[in-house]
């Protein structure tokens, strides 16, 4: 069962995307498709632009001055980018887990309770069940349902990992963006998220940015290959996860994989 | 740090001494003003009306009048300071030409003579609008006056919150105002309350602006259409125009000093609630 309720899984498809932060090419006609239930990796080294995919695919690229987008990007055969798109909507449907834990400087359970309140369940116990649901999802209720009223920074920050992952989940989404969400945290709590996501995987479309490829090889259903290429980033292989980590087309795909380079 | 060598500890000695004095400056005026002024402090003294020209009696009216100029200085100034600091902090980008322009105001603003702002004030309330000399003359006027104190200070307090709480939001596509209203102004709440309690320092201690614009009849004001004395303006009058009244402005910067501390730390207790219902 999901966490709450949302639509089946949608799948993403990238089509020729470019994303540049005014002259300069962060990465240039990307494309790849995942799945709908799909987990795929998306791996390579820092300032290939995986980061910036991820962004442009919920729009938070709407907010950075500068930033511009062309290509197709599609979710559950919608474009993000056509006109009418609602970005409530898309942000909901399309959830997203950072880098750095972020709650909100509310208690644990307000964390949840504020965004279902800002997309509209005004009722309290539906508000209420979606919370403990969601924080059942993640393996966290156990640990805070004792302290669902104290301040959601003064947990551990696995804890507060799990808790922004529940966050996401409340609002019941389609498609999970992750953003190398272990590689803050200690290797303890890091194998508690990997776990978790395991979890999700088939019940939600994933991507997940990462630099430690044994996590990749391990979650992953497919994998795409990010690179530089003079200044700027680019797709250079994706597919099946056991295809590029063994008998990967590219050079530079065998060689990341590998182990090689990067 | 490590200090190493004589000319270092020379160094240090110096601007420790510096620091010191800062500390001694505040508490020596303070020795001064309550050792002159505390021995005819007395319940009477802050009810009673002033007598023989503020040499006898003494400023219950004045406390009023501070009071009711400070309330219509921070009903005018607090939603419209803090609507400028959201919309600096939140709107404008950084470094951008609207937020250079902006900024440049505000500093040129905060740097006008108090007695510049009377005249303004006198000119714009008092007559062009037919408000005379009154506490709302006085109180707008110096809500003019603290403007861009807080909205500096208050703008400083929203973009000092972490970026990751407007990451947060954007990801989870809330509201701008629910955003701003449940997580960023709580958040900012101390930084409010001292840019609140700096206004409220900067309003209480002023007299050459309330001098064009709230008058300083010694009565009991009515209602904010009549004039009304503010305390600092008493012990300005005092002062210069009152010969033996050295004793009466000494005990009446006792009772501001002591006005002023209780504003700072009911502001202070103000921001640590919002910020601790924040998280409930």
New interface residues.
């Given amino acids: 069962m999901k966490a709450c309720e949302g639509a089946a899984p949608a799948g993403i498809t990238l089509d020729e995307v470019t994303v540049r932060y005014g002259a300069h090419i962060a990465i240039e006609r990307a494309s790849f498709a995942v799945r709908p239930g799909e987990l795929m990796a998306l791996v390579g080294p820092s300032g290939c632009g995986k980061t910036s995919l991820l962004n442009a695919i919920?729009r938070?690229s709407d907010?950075i001055?500068g930033c511009t987008v062309t290509g197709n990007i599609a979710v559950g055969g919608r474009d993000v980018r056509a006109p009418d798109t609602r970005?409530?909507?898309?942000?909901?449907q399309v959830?997203?887990v950072?880098q750095?834990p972020?709650?909100?400087?509310?208690?644990v359970a307000?964390n949840l309770r504020?965004?279902l309140?800002?997309?509209g369940v005004s009722n309290r116990d539906e508000r209420d069940r979606r919370t403990e649901e969601a924080l059942r999802a993640v393996g966290l209720w156990e640990e805070v349902k004792g302290r669902l009223?104290q301040?959601a920074q003064a947990l551990s920050g696995g804890q507060q990992q799990r808790l922004?992952i529940a966050?996401?989940l409340a609002?019941g989404p389609e498609v999970l963006l992750f953003d190398e969400p272990c590689s803050a945290l200690d290797p303890l709590s890091a194998g508690v998220i990997e776990a978790l996501i395991t979890g999700l995987k088939g019940r939600y479309t994933i991507l997940l940015v990462t630099h430690n490829l044994p996590q990749a090889r391990r979650l992953a259903d497919t994998v795409a290959v990010c690179w530089v290429s003079e200044g700027c980033g680019c797709v250079v292989e994706s597919g099946p996860c056991g295809v590029l980590f063994e008998r990967a087309a590219h050079p530079i795909t065998r060689a990341y994989c590998g182990g090689e380079v990067g | 740090m490590r200090i190493d060598g004589a000319r270092d500890r020379w160094a240090a000695a110096l601007f420790a001494s510096a620091s010191l004095m800062i500390m001694a400056l505040p508490l020596l005026m303070l020795v001064e003003v309550v050792g002159a002024g505390l021995p005819r402090l007395s319940l009477e003294f802050l009810y009673a009306p002033p007598m023989d020209a503020g040499r006898a009696g003494g400023i219950g009216p004045m406390i009023v009048s501070t009071l009711a100029i400070l309330a219509v200085c921070l009903c005018a100034a607090l939603p419209v300071g803090l609507g400028c600091a959201l919309y600096l902090a939140e709107c404008v980008?950084a470094g951008s030409r609207a937020a250079r322009a902006l900024g440049y105001s505000l500093d040129v603003l905060g740097g006008v003579p108090s007695i510049v702002f009377g005249l303004f004030g006198y000119r714009l309330f008092a007559i062009e609008l037919g408000l005379g000399f009154s506490i709302l003359s006085g109180g707008l006027t110096l809500a003019c006056m603290v403007l861009p104190l807080l909205i500096r200070v208050s703008e400083e307090a929203l973009r000092a919150t972490?970026p990751?709480?407007r990451?947060?939001?954007?990801?989870?596509?809330?509201?701008q105002g629910?955003f701003l209203r449940?997580?960023l102004v709580?958040?900012a709440a101390p930084g409010i309350a001292a840019a609140l309690i700096l206004s409220v320092g900067r309003a209480l201690a002023e007299s050459a602006a309330l001098l064009f614009t709230a008058g300083y009849v010694t009565r009991l004001p009515d209602s904010v259409f009549d004039s009304g004395r503010a305390l600092a303006v008493h012990i300005y009058d005092l002062s210069m125009n009152v010969a033996g009244g050295e004793g009466g402005a000494a005990t009446t910067a006792v009772v501001l000093v002591g006005l002023l501390t209780l504003i700072n730390l009911c502001a202070r207790r103000l921001g640590q609630a919002l910020h601790r219902m924040?998280?409930?």
Wanted: glycine share 8%; aromatic share 8%.
């Fill in positions: 919920n938070l907010l001055p970005l409530t909507a898309l942000r909901r959830g997203m950072f750095l972020n709650p909100f400087p509310l208690s307000e504020f965004p309140r800002e997309h009223g301040p922004c966050r996401t609002l | 980008p972490p990751s709480y990451q947060a939001a954007a990801a989870l596509g809330l509201s629910g449940r997580v709580p958040a924040q998280r409930a």
